[in-house]
């Protein structure tokens, strides 16, 4: 599994295609002939870009839940809602379809950020954000998620 590192700002064009920056690029070398998943995020208003080897093991996850229980059944159907298959060209340009455009709000100014083994893309604004309003508690969430005394493998 590989892990992205850096935030980067782009600008998307009138059609919606952002140049993905040459640092970001190298570090996507390995997946360019694979193809990528782009999706909706479920718990804020940016897109997802996962490679699809990253994408394939999230499905066989996602598989193994019980169709005939409703929940499941509906959370398969709003997870995978808008789930586009997109490639960065010869050009290193990413294609955001227009309905994942309006679903996140996206202006001319996008923010991609990694998040360990996705890439997140935000419209700039949305990014600062979310980015702002998560630093007033980040203390105490990084110590309630991360902050496990007993774990020596953090150390």
Not at 60 to 78: A, C, G, P, S, Y
Not at 111 to 120: C, K, W
Not at 128 to 146: Q, R, Y
Request: with cysteine.
């Amino acid at each position: 599994m590989q892990h992205f590192i850096g935030t980067y700002e782009c600008k998307a064009d009138a059609k919606g295609r952002i140049m993905i920056p040459v640092a970001l690029k190298k570090q996507l070398a390995a997946k360019l002939q694979e193809g990528f998943v782009l999706k909706r995020a479920v718990f804020n208003p940016c897109l997802e870009l996962y490679p699809l080897k990253e994408w394939e093991a999230l499905m066989e996850r996602v598989n193994k839940l019980n169709r005939f229980n409703k929940k499941n059944n509906d959370f398969i159907r709003r997870f995978t809602a808008g789930v586009k298959l997109v490639e960065i060209d010869a050009s290193g340009r990413l294609l955001i379809p227009k309905d994942l455009v309006v679903h996140a709000a996206m202006k001319k100014q996008v923010v991609i950020s990694s998040a360990v083994n996705i890439l997140e893309l935000w419209d700039k604004e949305n990014y600062e954000a979310a980015i702002d309003a998560a630093t007033v508690d980040f203390g105490a969430l990084a110590e309630e998620v991360m902050g496990d005394a007993n774990d020596d493998s953090l150390s």
